[in-house]
């Protein structure tokens, strides 16, 4: 099985719905993250959290809201979704290393593919 | 602005050449790294050098760092059409926001057989 899971893998969604995109990890890490991906802009970083209680949004958080319901799950939300939120999202997690280790490299799941017409 | 910008933004070779690619940043940083994403997939990472480290090597990858350039390049020895995919660096600032990533645009790569 994954150890980064995300749903739906693919949305077609209206101008003003609101979508949650969810995801899993069964990696036991600390922190997660929330990315999109547009051609030719790489991934820009929308929420992270680094624990449960911690939350903080990233780049392009407008239009975005989060939630953190366990340390396995973080969900993604699209409060009135708008045509340029049409992109490819990603999320991520990370184990919290010491930080001369460098061994924080971010593990990603598949991605969902979302559409607002 | 963007942290890391990779260069070429496409590159194309045939098996067995080497592929080098190259990404530049603005600021401080604690560690570079690269990752690898294959057609619509999520990303895979593949090595990371620490800002006082200048090469590094895994199997067929190297990668190298000057910070005095704020520079890294990824070579990619006798590359096989399974290297195919997009290519990206992913910078790490240390302190407050250690582990908070900034990607490049990356850059795509095509390895014909």
């Known amino acids: 099985d994954a150890d980064v899971t995300q749903t739906p893998r693919n949305r077609i969604t209206k101008t003003g719905k609101r979508i949650m995109l969810e995801c899993s990890q069964t990696?036991?890490?600390?922190?997660m993250y929330w990315y999109r991906q547009d051609p030719g802009l790489g991934l820009r970083l929308i929420y992270y959290?680094?624990?449960?209680?911690?939350?903080n949004k990233g780049e392009i958080s407008d239009g975005y809201s989060v939630s953190r319901q366990a340390q396995a799950k973080f969900s993604l939300s699209l409060e009135s979704a708008i045509p340029n939120q049409t992109a490819l999202y990603f999320c991520?997690?990370?184990?919290?290393?010491?930080?001369?280790?460098?061994?924080?490299?971010?593990?990603f799941g598949p991605g969902t593919r979302l559409t607002v017409l | 602005s963007q942290q890391g910008e990779e260069d070429p933004q496409a590159l194309s070779i045939q098996e067995g050449e080497n592929a080098t690619m190259n990404c530049s940043y603005k600021?401080?940083?604690?560690?570079l790294q690269w990752y690898r994403q294959n057609s619509g997939r999520g990303l895979v990472h593949l090595i990371l050098?620490?800002?006082?480290?200048r090469e590094k090597h895994s199997g067929r990858l190297r990668v190298t760092l000057d910070t005095s350039k704020k520079s890294s390049s990824l070579l990619i020895t006798a590359s096989r059409a399974a290297d195919t995919a997009s290519y990206f660096c992913?910078?790490?600032?240390?302190?407050?926001?250690?582990?908070?990533?900034?990607f490049g645009q990356g850059t795509i790569l095509t390895v014909h057989p």
């Open positions: 959290s680094f624990d449960v209680k911690d939350i």
């Open positions: 990696k036991g890490h600390d922190r």
């Open positions: 991520a997690t990370s184990d919290l290393w010491e930080r001369g280790s460098g061994r924080n490299e971010q593990f």
């Open positions: 050098i620490r800002s006082n480290e």
């Open positions: 600021t401080s940083i604690n560690n």
């Open positions: 992913a910078t790490d600032p240390g302190g407050t926001s250690y582990g908070k990533l900034t």
